[in-house]
């Protein structure tokens, strides 16, 4: 009878002895199976079995309950690698309330050194049988592989004894739908997937009748450390609780909650990187679909109090997202669309910030991030940045069907506290900038990154293209290697790799610049529109220390005025190019002032060409018709430069030398001066310039004119005068040329070459000495060559010359009026007669002028001189007197007659030219003041009409 109640059951039962006692039936070497080959196996030594009491009176058999002691169950197939597996030491207590239903009051047994407890209500025991895990190998149901479930539990170590507690509600027909808790405790275990002390697991299951779902419950599951091939944790606890939602069909919503003290991932298996978390949190409800692993939603919120990788820290992170499996169009399959492809069938937003972000060379303040993924568009609805006092916000979108991202940026921020991020090259460039508050930054970016199967792109020659920038920038107190700036402001953008700044504007305290700015990142041509009133001289920056005393030729109280463009390349030094114009006012130029220049400028290929440049000084105005600076050269040339500027002034402007050579010449009125020729830059013995000038009222060292034309041809280190024509000293007309050497380290060597005639006496002396022209007269004609001298050195004089006096009246000059006395004494009256004629040539040497052959041809006597005189007026000579010599129609005959007493009228002088001293060599001279005649008297002329006498011109 108890074995057919029990194979009504599924249950085959054998004993060898079956005994009738107080407790009901004892059972001896009980066996219990299932029908099938292979089933699971309980045996147990002694067993009680308890029929209904009720059932019995009526005179039927049914199975009340189990007493099982020391019991063993075994279950799996056995194999050479795995034998069965066996629970034993059960002590149970099963009842049979029904016939298809049984109760574990008590189930206590001992599994691999578990300890395992189950209490519980199964309906349809019977299909237990039929469990993967239980069911027979020849059965239908698929085959459980006991082989590697043994070599996972044979790697299964714990140092104490795990327990696990079960109690279990529900159909065996649907062991997923069973029903009741489940708790499982170790307190130290080691496994291939890790180690882990202080686990503890609980899990609830449970099921509303209005719900339709495979599985429900709630796990709570602890930890205190665990240790995994992904990373390490304290202090671990996950729970998950599931929410009946009546409105979801074959779907679960649950509650998760994972906490942890610290959490450090590592690990090579998986795509994350090593990361330490403290005090994380995460928190939230997902929906769980029976057919898919993945949450069909899901809202989750996620904390850490810190979070460190490698050499960077977030503090206070906290982020929530949330998603949602929905319908899309785009098609999932698509190839295209690489790793999105698995983000198509959801939609969902996230929040993100945390309080700071530290790493060795980064320092980065409170950030705040929210967007929204709605396939195929990607937004950044907000991004805040703190970094290092300054502020960055954001918001962009991405489209993954078109690969076009888009970016709205505002920034506060100070690149100077990023710089250390940057290259080395940009590093020196942000080092040539400084500021002192953050520049306001703000833009629009826009591009096409590279398909999303290309795992390699070039970003260059792929993405640069599609680049694309637009927006503004403002700055205050700044600089620009050293150059200050009161404020600067401009837009800028950048499309088809090309970029335009329109319209910087830039302010100093003298004036304001604007700039235009393209530059080409393909070809790397530039172009500038420049307009400025800046002082030029700060563009020294761009100009090598070894040539700052370039920027000190000038000054400016006002900066010009200067439009202009420049363009270039910055790969090529060579097409840098420039044109404008500049106007400038009240300039210095080597200490001399000037009103204003205006000029059109144009550089290409390393020359500045300036095109009718026009100077002005007061009313005088200087102009050319172009101007050329050679910067490979180092050269100005000047083309038809004209000026009614004093020459002194200009030359003043253009270099020492230049007005050292021409300050003797000095006009009493400006000249009309032609320029041409070019001057070095940087050698001032380098130049040739041709100087045509005409002008009135000349002085150059003793000499006067009244006017003046000539050509100075300043070559090297030489000048030169030629062509020289002028008229002056009344009638009087010159010309010749002069040279001068710049070379001899002391002075400057020079010689000249001036021949003249019909000049007026009177009028020379008075130039050189006013008050001794009174009582002169005569015309002279002449030439004068100097073949060498120096301004240094006076005793180094050499030349020649000649002079040739016409109705001259020269007794007043001390040198010749010093025989005036003498001839007065022998021919009375005739001391004061006018020289018809004074003739004679003369040579320089060593700064002394000899002469052989002067005379002097009065009325009455004729006067041979010969002799030296030196610069210093030191008079050296021999004069020999022949009387009447020519005295019309007799004078020859009387000369011949006194010719054997001529000897006795020769005299030597001595002294100086202003104070001669005459001595005779034969007789003495006559008293000083002797007598003369009624006759002599009235023949002598009026004190007032005889010309004073006046010192020669020191030579």
């Known amino acids: 009878m108890v074995r057919k109640s029990l194979l009504e059951r599924g249950i085959r039962i054998e004993f060898t002895t079956l005994r009738l006692a107080y407790k009901g039936l004892i059972a001896s070497d009980l066996r219990l199976s299932g029908t099938e080959p292979k089933s699971p196996v309980f045996t147990s030594p002694e067993t009680e079995i308890h029929l209904h009491v009720r059932q019995l009176l009526k005179k039927q058999f049914a199975l009340d309950f189990l007493k099982i002691q020391n019991g063993s169950l075994e279950f799996g197939p056995a194999s050479a690698n795995a034998p069965r597996l066996i629970v034993h030491k059960v002590q149970a207590e099963i009842h049979f309330p029904r016939t298809n239903e049984i109760q574990l009051h008590e189930f206590n047994a001992e599994f691999r050194g578990a300890k395992v407890i189950v209490t519980g209500n199964i309906t349809n025991f019977q299909e237990i049988r039929n469990w993967p895990i239980f069911a027979s190998t020849n059965g239908p149901k698929k085959k459980f592989d006991f082989e590697k479930l043994q070599q996972q539990l044979d790697k299964i170590q714990t140092s104490e004894s795990p327990v696990l507690e079960a109690h279990l509600k529900g159909d065996a027909r649907f062991p997923f739908e069973l029903q009741g808790e489940v708790s499982l405790k170790v ?212 489209n993954i069907t078109s690969r076009t991202v ?190 204003r220049i205006v000029a059109q400028v144009r550089y290409t290929n390393m020359v500045i060409e300036v095109t009718e440049p026009r100077i002005h000084k007061g009313e005088d105005l200087a102009q050319a018709r172009e101007i050329k600076v050679d910067l490979d050269k180092k050269t100005v040339a000047i083309v038809d430069g004209t000026t009614t500027i004093d020459p002194l002034i200009v030359t003043a402007s253009i270099s020492d030398h230049a007005f050292d050579a021409i300050k003797p010449y000095h006009f009493a009125t400006v000249p009309k001066v032609l320029v041409n020729g070019w001057i070095s830059m940087t050698r001032i013995e380098s130049v040739d310039l041709t100087f045509d000038v005409e002008g009135e009222n000349l002085k150059w060292l003793i000499f006067q004119v009244d006017a003046i034309k000539g050509q100075v041809h300043w070559l090297n280190e030489g ?31 020079y010689q000249f070459s001036v021949a003249f005639n019909d000049m007026d006496v009177p009028a020379m002396v008075h130039s050189v000495k006013p008050d001794s022209a009174k009582k002169l007269d005569g015309l002279l004609d002449g030439l004068l060559v100097m073949t060498y001298a120096n301004t240094s050195d006076t005793n180094v004089f050499q030349g020649y010359g000649r002079l040739n006096l016409r109705d001259g009246f020269i007794w007043e000059i001390p040198v010749f009026g010093v025989f005036s006395p003498v001839i007065n004494a022998i021919l009375p009256g005739f001391g004061k007669s006018k020289a018809k004629a004074a003739a004679g040539h003369f040579v320089i040497t060593n700064s002394v002028a000899s002469t052989d052959d002067l005379e002097i041809h009065a009325s009455a006597v004729r006067l041979l001189y010969r002799g030296s005189v030196d610069l210093n007026q030191n008079l050296e000579a021999s004069v020999e007197a022949e009387l009447l010599r020519d005295t019309p129609l007799v004078g020859k005959i009387i000369s011949l007659v006194f010719m054997p007493f001529s000897k006795l009228f020769e005299y030597t002088v001595t002294g100086t030219l202003s104070d001669p001293q005459l001595h005779a060599k034969y007789l003495p001279l006559p008293k000083k003041g002797g007598t003369k005649s009624k006759e002599d008297k009235s023949e002598e002329p009026k004190p007032e009409e005889i010309p004073a006498v006046a010192d020669p011109p020191k030579q």
């Open 406 to 595: 888009e970016l709205t940026t505002e920034s506060k921020l100070d690149p100077k506290r990023i710089e250390h991020l940057l290259s080395a090259s940009a590093q020196r460039w942000m080092s040539k900038y400084t500021w002192e508050k953050a520049p306001d930054l703000n833009g629009k970016l826009s591009l096409r990154l590279p398909l999303w199967t290309n795992t390699q792109p070039d970003w260059a020659a792929e993405v640069a293209p599609t680049l694309t920038l637009s927006g503004a920038f403002k700055v205050g107190m700044a600089s620009y290697r050293k150059v200050d700036v009161l404020n600067a402001n401009g837009s800028f953008s950048l499309s088809n790799q090309v970029w335009r700044l329109p319209d910087i504007q830039a302010a100093r305290p003298e004036g304001n610049l604007s700039l235009g700015l393209v530059v080409d990142e393909v070809t790397k041509d530039f172009y500038f529109d420049v307009d400025s009133t800046l002082d030029p001289l700060i563009a020294r920056i761009i100009i090598p220390s070894e040539n700052e005393k370039a920027w000190q030729f000038a000054k400016f109280s006002k900066p010009p005025h200067i439009k202009a463009r420049i363009w270039g390349s910055f790969e090529d030094g060579s097409r840098l190019g420039a044109e404008g114009t500049i106007d400038v006012t009240n300039i210095t130029v080597r200490a001399i002032d000037y009103d």
């Open 187 to 398: 307190p130290s275990v080691k496994t291939p997937w890790g180690e882990m002390t202080g686990f503890e697991a609980v899990s609830s299951m449970h099921r509303p009748k209005d719900v339709q779902i495979q599985k429900f419950g709630d796990v709570d599951i602890k930890a205190k450390e665990a240790l995994t091939p992904w990373g390490k944790a304290t202090d671990l606890k996950l729970v998950i609780k599931y929410n009946p939602d009546r409105s979801l069909t074959n779907s679960v919503a649950a509650d998760v909650l994972f906490q942890a003290a610290s959490l450090d991932l590592e690990s090579t298996n998986l795509s994350v990187p090593k990361i330490a978390l403290k005090n994380l949190d995460v928190s939230g409800t997902l929906i769980q679909a029976s057919t898919n692993p993945i949450p069909s939603q899901a809202k989750l919120k996620i904390k850490a109090s810190s979070a460190i990788q490698g050499e960077q820290e977030v503090k206070n992170f906290e982020t929530a997202f949330q998603f949602t499996r929905e319908e899309s169009q785009l098609d999932q399959g698509d190839p295209a669309l690489g790793f999105w492809s698995k983000l198509v069938p959801y939609k969902g937003s996230w929040d993100l910030k945390f309080t700071s972000l530290t790493r060795t060379n980064l320092q980065l303040g409170k950030v705040l991030l929210s967007g929204n993924w709605n396939a195929p568009n990607l937004h950044i609805e907000n991004l805040e940045a703190s970094l290092y006092d300054g502020k960055i916000k954001a918001s962009g979108s991405l």
């Open 719 to 749: 000048l030169s005068l030629t062509n020289i024509v002028a008229s002056g000293y009344k009638s009087g007309h010159f010309g010749g040329w002069a040279l001068f050497d710049f070379r001899p380290k002391h002075g400057t060597d």
